[in-house]
């Protein structure tokens, strides 16, 4: 069984670790996506929710107010839920940019250390064959 080099390890580490932010980063996008439309959902309510002008009793004046503190509060959370995953969006995203540098790199590295290793089996065969004496079946 062929040994792994080290610089085939630290390639498929690198390898994993861009899997993961790339995990990491769909799953805030998804986040950011949903608490985005919540946050249209909110608005869509908050709209709905206003007081109409005309005939309005005390109870309606009241149940609408409250709904409509309620609806301000989630609308206050889902815009402070969105600042966040968008901060940390671009966290991700550059962390991701990094780690793919990262594997570049260390591919680029692997590639280099095969190459030399390659070259050196390949002299190392041709000093071998031409260190070998051909000997002639005519010669004495």
Request: proline residues 1%; glycine residues 2%; positive net charge.
């Amino acid at each position: 069984m062929k040994q792994k080099s080290i610089y085939e390890r630290y390639s498929i580490k690198q390898k994993i670790n861009v899997t993961r932010q790339s995990e990491i980063m769909q799953t805030l996008n998804s986040e950011l996506k949903k608490s985005r439309e919540l946050s249209l959902q909110l608005n869509q309510i908050a709209k709905q929710t206003e007081i109409k002008p005309g005939e309005t009793n005390a109870i309606f004046l009241r149940s609408s107010c409250w709904y409509g503190n309620k609806v301000q509060e989630q609308l206050e959370t889902a815009k402070n839920r969105n600042a966040f995953l968008e901060k940390e969006v671009n966290n991700s995203r550059k962390l991701l940019a990094k780690a793919v540098n990262k594997k570049n790199k260390s591919l680029d590295l692997w590639n280099q250390y095969e190459a030399t290793k390659n070259r050196e089996k390949e002299e190392k065969i041709d000093e071998e064959l031409s260190s070998r004496k051909r000997v002639s079946k005519f010669s004495k």
